[in-house]
């Protein structure tokens, strides 16, 4: 299987990146490779000597790097050269079977969604995050590659990401939530109501029905379907409460007894790695034709080979194999594709 | 001062709501009343024997109950004579200077706006909720009221929220963030967009700009300015990953040791009581033409003190007219009402 990881992607490339990929050739197989791609000075500065000739690691020459604050489509066009447009790139010729990245998120979709294209059947597609939660890995699909969602792409966000919960995580039958403001089946904005009755109507998918904002972390399902906005805001809001929650409790510990702080220590390190999103690597943008993982900007080396391990996990199920059969036998969306397609 | 509060809204009630008015009773002035809506005999009984002839206690007999997942305006219709309807016809007829419910969040909001009506130059109503984060107090605006916004809601959402904030919780100048999935202008849905460009036209509005879900407990604004889909998706975000977190903690210094955990608790008790929104008492329905309170549906006796508190200041801090005269003046969306008009 060949990689192709941009070495320039998040805000601790190249040096993290490429650290991540020579942790990675430990796990390796004989015939796996890594393609490094970005300005190969750069690139190859970032190797150290000991790896430079270890022939699972090749590097791709892209002079150009977009930033993580530029805007995505202007960028991908005035950049061809950039690592993003060349990874994608890899992939559309067949050069590489997988592509990464820790970079501006808006233009990695918008690069795999136009080189890669779609999966046969798939309207848009998603990022599914999994979240460690107190009551089991969820998947949340979609975090922020589709910010104006048609009740068809979330249906097809569900059928996705059960794919993905069942094939890679391993979770038999997940039960899927619609994100929304009550329980009720009444309660939601048009585009989730519609979404609902579209998702209800398929028996294949083991619907448990809506799910509100405190669901997520409790167990009540193993995926959510939402919105990319929503899901972005949930995202990041989960990520800014727990920092903040577990700095509160270290200066409340400190205040009152630093030996208290000192004992506290473990058990905070503990439950970190617990519910660490660095452990799953990076989210699949699920319905492009192809294995696409889009890390987290602040990704560290760790999070980098983890993701080239998840890469290898998707490839290997065949999950787009899955989702292209599943949508060619559903109905569902297809008598009323003038309203509801994308 | 007049309060109507309704004696059956919320899990608690009405136990919690009575003893709630009977703290409350402490703090009231002379000519202060608090009138009990709910069945006459139900909430007669709830009173203690000490308090039934006070004359700041009186009960309005409102025989029907909506219950808290009944659809809202279907309940409102058929139940003419619920606390509900009851509490907002009070305000109506100007039997009442406030209302405050812990009931049907929908059935509130369709009640008072039905019946207050809008205060002059408001589109639509937000429900403006207090986070106390890390960083101060937050308040984040729609979180539920409206879960279909236009920009001119978003707007107005601004402009409400930031009186608020400087003229009830004493913040100066409130920064005001709009909510969205990136820093960067360009990012966000069209609504989003459109909003920002109505709340940078404004110079009295001191936007900092978008801000994301991490940021709204840093303290990088005062004022989160969102849909109420996104608002109630964070809002019981929020509740669920706090709890689900201490419990975590709990469980991992339980496994540790038994003494560290029972060492932690008094931490961990500071830690909600400083972050704990039963304090704020309950959320104002920004934008109808009176004082009305929505608690949560979790309210207990010390939640409804608080929120006859919140009420009082809400009233005396006459924000309702400082809107009024504000929105006069602004000529934000006024040209462009047939596309952003609600």
Redesign the interface.
Known sequence: MRIALDAMGGDNAPAEIVAGAIEALDFLAADDKIILVGPQAVVEQNIPSSARSNPKLQIVDAPEVIAM?E?PIESLRQKIKSSINVIAKLAKRGEADAVISAGNT?ACVAAFQMRMRNIEGVNRPGIAVVFP??GGAVTVCDV?AN??CKPINLYQYAVMAQLYSANVLGVAKPRVGL??????D?K???V?KKARDMIKADPSINLVGNV???????GVCDVVV?D???G??????????????F???KT??MA?KIT?AL??K??MM??YQ??DYHEYGGAPLLGVNGTAIICHGSSKARTIKNAINASKKFYSAKINDKIAEYLSKSSIGISNDQEQGS
């Open positions: 604050d805007p808006g939660t107190f922020g910010i104006a994100l929304s403001i009550g329980a009720e009444a939601g904005n048009e989730v509100e904002g405190r669901d997520i972390f409790k939402c990319g906005f929503v972005n805001v949930v995202l990041k809001l989960a990520e800014g409460l727990v920092d903040g929650l700095k509160a409790i409340e510990l009152e208290l004992k506290f473990p058990v503990r439950i617990k519910y």
